[in-house]
């Protein structure tokens, strides 16, 4: 067996191990989800998930705006925000987006965030 094939079987057992991991840890949300509203009473958590075409659920998209954060915001920041995101380049495609506030001494707030497959009007 040349050093090629050692290296490509290699990688393909790292791979699939990494991608075991991302399912796994996707799989917590409904968890994450629970212990944020259970410890953050009135936050707003959204979590969508679809099913694929052999019954299995997948992670679609996933949101988060804390309470305390949003009061803060509307209290003590100027009432303008800006919307940002970036990709997410791991085994599982998507998008981090996140609503920046400014404060008052001009330093950036965030007010909330959202993990989805991809930037569009419903998400």
Known sequence: MTTIDKCKKAKKKVM????????????????????????????????DTIFDDDGSELFQRFYICFDVIRKLWSTWCRPIFGIDGCFLKCTLKGQLLAAMGRDNNNGVYPITWAIVDVENEKN
Do not use: C, G
């Open 16 to 47: 699939d191990k990494i991608h075991a991991d991302h399912v796994e840890q996707f799989s917590r949300f409904r968890d994450y989800k629970d212990a944020i509203l259970a410890t953050n009473p009135n936050s707003t958590v959204e979590l």
